[in-house]
């Protein structure tokens, strides 16, 4: 179980935001304490694009057991307009008519819940742009 404190110490999941290598310029998100390219150590904070647009996508017919009840949706990997790729599900769109090089926009939408009066998990999805 992930306790609600543990969730609100994300601050990248709440705020869209990455680590930018000082040394090499690698954009890391989630950030990183080491940079993938150049093994720096060094990062400013920086927030990312809201927009992009969908590189590939998947949709998802048999769901892991927290999200039974929302299939099928997609899960599709964004391309921020920044230039950083990022994996998410895509909402409030017809999957027969989603397809590759949609654009998209990052909203703050319910995740899951922990049981029935269990704590609800907020992260980011994408909606048509």
Do not use: H
């Amino acid at each position: 179980m992930i306790t609600a404190r543990y969730w609100r110490e994300m601050p990248q999941r709440y705020r869209y935001e990455a680590g930018k290598c000082v040394k090499c310029g690698y954009v890391a998100f989630p950030p990183r304490l080491i940079c993938p390219v150049c093994k720096a150590r060094e990062f400013q904070t920086v927030t990312l694009a809201n927009t992009g647009k969908i590189e590939t996508f998947t949709v998802i017919r048999v769901a892991p057991s927290d999200f039974e009840d929302e299939v099928p949706y997609a899960m599709a990997v964004i391309k921020l307009d920044d230039g950083v790729q990022v994996t998410a599900q895509v909402v409030d769109v017809d999957l027969d008519e989603l397809k590759i090089g949609d654009r998209v926009r990052i909203e703050f939408r319910r995740i899951s819940q922990d049981g029935e009066a269990g704590v609800i998990f907020y992260g980011y999805k994408f909606v048509p742009a």
